[in-house]
């Protein structure tokens, strides 16, 4: 696994916690990881971190829209 070193500025209001789901959720919302991957990178279980992915604004269900489509026109 990488290890990343971030500087940030003291002004900013945010612990080591918030940074890591940050970074994960987003990655999840990219489908770059699995929600499992997502939970163990943030240092949750995947409920967890699925309960806390719409705090950040983040879907669990990461189906683009085009699928839906698809889907709804195949039904």
């Known amino acids: 696994m990488k290890v990343l070193t971030l500087n940030?500025?003291?002004s900013v209001d945010i612990d080591s916690m918030q940074v890591a789901m940050l970074v994960a959720s987003r990655l999840y919302e990219q489908g770059k990881?699995?929600?499992?991957q997502a939970a163990e990178l943030a240092g949750l279980t995947?409920?967890?971190?699925a309960e806390l992915l719409s705090t950040y604004n983040v879907s669990i269900f990461?189906?683009?829209a085009?699928?839906?489509s698809r889907d709804v026109a195949n039904a």
């Open 33 to 36: 990881l699995s929600l499992g």
């Open 46 to 49: 995947k409920r967890t971190f």
């Open 66 to 68: 085009s699928d839906i």
């Open 8 to 10: 940030i500025p003291d």
């Open 62 to 64: 990461n189906y683009p």
